[in-house]
């Protein structure tokens, strides 16, 4: 009756069957696809917004050094040895750029500190001296993609530190000292003759694995004169010094880099995909890619006369 209703015959209305196995898998397997691309694509879009958190933070220190120079005539020192007179012993320039960067209280408590202990490496570990600022984190000078930074972390002999994604570029290396940034520093905007959007000021370089080099606040670095802890060279020469003792003598050059690796410690890289942020002295931030080592090398002379080609 129902069949002769709807103006069926009988044989047209089965039932309907359900899915197979393989159909079933079929779906789950797009499905499963599907989920991964929009993963990759989210993880994407992450990694570029850090990206460009990172650059903005580069612009700032490049604008803080643009404050400082202003103030006082010329960059600040990449870091203050213990040479008679330097007021700031072992501070590196990350140091002086806080009062600049919205960090007056930490500015103000580190200038005490130094009045009270003029030696913030004298006491190890410094945690219950002076310079509580050694192992406060400061997010200006952290890249968001790297976790580990500001800090604090501790590292060996019960040091407590804070961390630096940022380290300020030295020259070639320590023994040339031809870039912006080394060791008792007072470079002028007039003593960058190659001019300062074609010269390097500043570089990504994650903190060592172990939290011993790339300490923003004081440090000792590659003979007391910062290399490799908030200082470094596009193509640095590793004397084998405590921790890097490990790696071998020679040159690093400009390459990718692993968090695991303590001679990573030894070159600029970043976690960004395919290359790092520099900030050059003119606040100009660039990405330069991996291939790009030897416009790095042209890039961190201040005097050297090399032409620049941009790729």
Request: aromatic share 10%.
């Amino acid at each position: 009756m129902i069949r002769s209703m709807c103006g069926l015959p009988p044989h047209d209305l089965k039932p309907r069957s359900a899915f197979t196995l393989i159909e079933l898998l079929v779906v789950v397997a797009i499905v499963g696809v599907l989920i991964a691309l929009s993963l990759v694509a989210v993880q994407s879009a992450r990694e570029s917004s850090r990206k460009l958190q990172c650059q903005n933070r580069l612009r700032q220190i490049g604008l803080a050094m643009h404050q400082h120079h202003d103030a006082r005539g010329f960059f600040p020192p990449g870091k203050s040895t213990d040479k008679p007179g330097n007021a700031y012993v072992h501070a590196y320039w990350l140091t002086h750029l806080l009062e600049y960067l919205e960090q007056p209280a930490i500015a103000s408590e580190m200038k005490a500190a130094f009045v009270e202990q003029p030696d913030p490496l004298s006491v190890s570990p410094n945690v219950s001296g002076k310079h509580s600022g050694s192992w406060t984190g400061v997010p200006n000078f952290a890249c968001p993609s790297d976790s580990r930074v500001p800090g604090p972390r501790a590292t060996h002999k019960g040091w407590v530190v804070g961390l630096t994604s940022y380290l300020g570029c030295i020259g070639f290396d320590h023994r040339w000292n031809n870039g912006v940034l080394f060791a008792d520093s007072r470079i002028r905007f007039r003593d960058i003759t190659d001019g300062a959007s074609h010269t390097l000021i500043v570089g990504e370089r994650p903190p060592s694995p172990d939290f011993w080099y790339g300490w923003w606040y004081a440090g000792y670095g590659q003979r007391g004169e910062g290399s490799t802890d908030a200082l470094l060279g596009v193509e640095q020469e590793n004397l084998r010094e405590g921790a890097l003792f490990q790696c071998a003598f020679g040159t690093s050059y400009y390459k990718k880099g692993k968090l695991s690796n303590m001679c990573s410690t030894l070159h600029y890289w970043s976690l960004h995909p395919g290359g790092a942020n520099f900030g050059l002295a003119d606040g100009a931030v660039r990405f330069i890619d991996y291939g790009g080592g030897s416009i790095l090398r042209d890039l961190s002379s201040r005097d050297g006369g090399e032409a620049i080609v941009w790729p």
